[in-house]
Structures are given as C-alpha cells and as structure tokens.
C-alpha cells in the first residue's frame, strides 16, 4: 500500500521517485489546470449546446453522443491551446520544461452505464496503462472536469502495484492497435468488440476512489492497476488526462518495476518536449524498441493522429 501525497512541497526529482515506487500525488487546481479544463468545459458545452453535457443521455441517443464525441475529442487533443497550457502546468509544479515530455491530452466521457460505456466512450475495466505499450516511466496526470461523485470516478487498485496480475498483455501490439482499431472507436456504440489487454484472474473488488476538485490532478504511475468505475449516478463524468515522461529517466531507464507487462511496441514516440514540441530523438526512442517497429509502417501518433512513414529496419 503506498502513500497519497495531497500538495506535497517536494521537488519534481522525488516526486516521481515516489511515484515509481507507487505512491500517489493530489494537486490542487491552478490556474493552469483551471485553464484547460475550461477550455474542454467550454468545447463540451458548445458541442452539446443547449442541453448541459452531463445529463446529454436524457435528451440524445447513444448513436448521437457518439457521432458528437467522435468530432469533439480529435478537435481537444489537437487544439493549440492545449499545448501551451500543459507546459504551464508543468511549471506550476517545478518541472524542468527543457526536460519534461508529454502527450496530448485526452478528453474522456463515463455516462451512467446503460448508456453508453464502449467505442469512443469506452468504460476502461482494470488495466495498467503499461500493459498497453507505455514505458515504466510514465506517469499519468487526471483531472475531473465537474465535480467527482464516487460511483463517477476513477478507481485504483493500490494492492496490486507491487503484486503480479494474471493477465495478456501479450495480445497488444501499439502499432497494431493504431492502424487497426483506434479510427473505428467511434462506431463500437453498443458493444466493443476491440479485443484488449485484461486481468485473467479474479481482483480482490476493492478500489480506492480520489475525488479531487474540478481542475485538481491525480498523478500516479502507468504501472498502477486502475479503471473507470461503472458509472452508477445519473450525470456523465468528463476528465483529461495527459501523460509525460522525464527525459533522464527515459535515457537511464528508471521508472516503476515491470512486474507483468509484455505488450510490444512503445508509445515513446508520441511524446512532447514541454519547451519545444520536439519529439524524443531516434537515438533514444531506439532504447525502448523491441523489433515490431520494423513490421509497421505506422510510427508517429499523438498529435498527428495516424501518419503513415517509412518502414523501419
Ligand atoms: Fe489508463
């Protein structure tokens, strides 16, 4: 069981260090991150104009959310406001911007569970994120959008950051998985037939919710055991979430232990230098390769969303 840390004044260095080590981080909302989720408040509310967002399933079909969400979320990620805003927030907690990259942020969606909870509105069952091709060293920054209830968060599974689960993350190749499956997540509206990576035990049920304010941050590692609570309430929760690496860690390899991911491919390619917008240089990236590159001629996401390169030897 590790620790949570709730505006902790202790410098970036140690913060990821207990970070790896599975503890957990609570900010507080910033002006920064009050900046981003108002900008995807904002984006929500005008695309669901004039119904409010978080009861949209009183007044729309599943199929319609959908189409709407499948427009939306792209225009979120690739906004350009957004990328300055993440530095900003970086700064905020005493990031080295020189050294700190990230990933575009993902605007995500939970409608109460008869709704609509597969495709672009997926209800994420218990996963690590490492499981899906994420380095050791990567850590998660998630930020509700309205207020949390507990039946409408997200939920941990502390116990097993330190305790091997059973599972086949072997079936999940990252490029695979961009050039088959990412584009068509809109159209999985009743049931998502996308095979992914799943525990292949039983979990011990227990979860430990964090309800931080509108605009505060859960931080925590790609190694933690989490999921999106099936929601029971009757309101949509919105979040963003964005993920960052450290470059002496990606160079040195440190970050969490590997206790039972084996998915291939890396998503180092997608990440972000905070003071430029520089992707991770080959060089670098080639740390974290495993081969399957070679077979795909899909090597940069993120912000380019799917672009087709030269095959890699
Ligand atoms: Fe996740």
Redesign the pocket.
């Known amino acids: 069981m590790g620790s949570v840390f709730i505006d902790a004044p202790i410098s970036d260095e140690e913060r990821r260090t207990r970070l790896y080590a599975g503890d957990i981080f609570i900010l507080s909302a910033t002006a920064g991150t009050r900046a981003l989720i108002g900008l995807a408040r904002q984006m929500l509310e005008e695309a669901f104009a004039p119904c409010d967002p978080r009861t949209i399933h009183e007044s729309k079909t599943p199929e319609e959310v959908a189409a709407i969400l499948g427009k939306l979320k792209p225009q979120f990620i690739h906004h350009p406001e957004c990328k300055k805003i993440i530095p900003q927030i970086m700064l905020e907690h005493g990031v080295d911007l020189e050294k700190l990259h990230f990933d575009v942020p993902r605007l995500r969606s939970a409608y109460p569970s008869h709704f609509l909870s597969s495709g672009i509105a997926y209800a994420?069952h218990p996963?690590r994120?490492t499981w899906y091709s994420a380095p050791m060293c990567q850590l998660?920054w998630w930020l509700p959008i309205y207020p949390l209830e507990p039946d409408n968060a997200m939920g941990f599974y502390p116990r097993y950051f330190g305790e091997v689960v059973r599972n086949n993350s072997e079936i999940y190749n990252y490029y695979e998985w961009n050039a088959k499956n990412r584009a068509t997540a809109v159209q999985h509206v009743k049931v998502d037939t996308r095979e992914q990576p799943k525990a292949q035990q039983e979990l011990e049920p227990v979860t430990v919710r964090y309800l931080p304010p509108p605009g505060g941050i859960i931080v925590f590692s790609g190694a933690q055991l989490?999921e999106t609570v099936p929601n029971t309430t009757n309101v949509a929760r919105y979040s963003v979430d964005f993920r960052t690496v450290h470059y002496d860690d990606v160079v040195c390899r440190r970050g969490a232990a590997n206790i039972d991911s084996r998915c291939t491919g890396t998503t180092m390619r997608d990440y972000l230098r905070a003071s430029d917008l520089e992707h991770l240089s080959d060089d670098v990236v080639r740390l974290y390769d495993d081969g399957s590159e070679a077979h795909s001629n899909i090597l940069y996401f993120g912000d380019r969303l799917v672009r087709p390169g030269p095959t890699r030897a």
């Open positions: 994420f996963h994120d998660n989490h």
